[in-house]
């Protein structure tokens, strides 16, 4: 049968559980939780629920490329700012992109593609910068338990000046490195949620009822969720310590399970270009960062590496780029 809409009841108790414990904050579960078909749905819909004709939406390049064509859909203006050149954050360039017409803000952390964290100075400064406006926040939050070297999640859930504006969103499937399961949640104040779930009605309505039961049962053991980022990290450690003896320069990867590097050492010639060469020549896949941006920065060399693979895997890519 079908769940009901919002989520099956043991489900949204437990990821009420789980909120409260991780972040000592308290959601309801019964108007400010629903359950969605994986975290790309959990953004359309928000977007969806509060973005209309004219209003403009902060989008931080690079950026994953659903932000900005569920903008566009429903009317929206996607304004680009980016990353700094190490990718952190930049709390300037985002402040001089508001305007009176600016509806809505899009972090995400852990990042795609760049595998950089917010940290709470940046949450801070966030804060600081949507202080006093009707701004809303949609904070893309899916590697949640992908953060490394020791380093807390700095969900916009820890700070009630963005918790009371934000609605924040994870993945089942990233956190249990499953994302053939295409399941999610998000989280909001309840007159967020309740515009979320006008449109959560007619475009999903609900999800997956077996999966919500096993999930709801899942969750009950956190060792699943915290093993996650040590096993990550381990692969981290791997992967980056066979680049150090190849011609790529990494970037600092801090979150996630993607590794960018820079190839500038090895040929000078644009990325889409590269991957397609490195593919087909090495036999090694790589995605180039030149997609995830509106405007990519002239020169830049940089593609991206998933390291969610098995270590032998890893090991036999890290010996085909050596060769290169």
């Given amino acids: 049968q079908y769940a009901p809409m919002p989520g099956l009841p043991a489900l949204l108790q437990a990821l ?39 209003d403009e939406v902060i989008i ?27 990718m952190r954050f930049d709390a300037e360039a985002v402040r001089k992109a508001i305007t009176p017409r600016t509806r809505l803000l899009v972090i995400n952390t852990p990042h795609n593609p760049a595998g ?8 801070l400064a966030i804060a600081d910068l949507l202080e006093g406006t009707d701004i809303l ?18 969900s916009a859930m820890r700070y009630e000046a963005l918790r009371s504006r934000a609605f924040v969103v994870f993945s089942f499937g990233k956190v249990f490195h499953a994302t053939g399961w295409k399941m999610g949640y998000v989280l909001a104040p309840e007159a967020l ?34 093993a996650v980022s040590p096993m990550y990290q381990a692969k981290r450690d791997r992967f980056q310590a066979g680049l150090a003896r190849t011609r790529f320069r990494p970037i600092a990867c801090e979150g996630s399970y993607f590794q960018v590097a820079d190839y500038g050492a090895i040929r000078d010639v644009p990325d889409r270009g590269f991957c ?20 990519p920065p002239e020169g830049q060399r940089l593609v991206r590496f998933c390291f969610a693979k098995e270590d032998a895997t890893l090991d036999a890519a890290i010996e085909r780029l ?3």
């Fill in 60 to 86: 931080v390049d690079p950026a994953y490329d659903c932000y900005a064509p569920a903008v566009q859909l429903f009317g929206g203006v996607p304004v680009h700012v980016r990353l700094a050149g190490d």
């Fill in 116 to 123: 950089t964290i917010l940290r709470e100075a940046d949450m």
């Fill in 193 to 226: 949620m309740a515009e979320f779930r006008k449109v959560h009605q007619f475009n999903v309505f609900s999800v997956n009822t077996p999966m919500q039961h096993a999930l709801a049962g899942y969750l009950r053991d956190p060792s699943h969720y915290e």
């Fill in 276 to 295: 397609e060469w490195l593919a087909r020549e090495h036999g090694v896949a790589a995605i180039p960062l030149s997609p995830f941006y509106q405007d």
């Fill in 16 to 54: 009420a559980d789980k909120v409260e414990r991780l972040y000592q904050v308290k959601y309801d579960p019964a108007t400010e939780i629903t359950v969605t078909a994986g975290g790309t749905q959990a953004i359309f819909t928000a977007i969806a629920a509060v973005v209309h004709a004219g």
């Fill in 137 to 154: 926040l949609l904070s893309d939050e899916v590697y949640e338990h992908i953060v490394f070297d020791g380093e807390p999640h700095a």
């Fill in 322 to 324: 050596c060769a290169i």
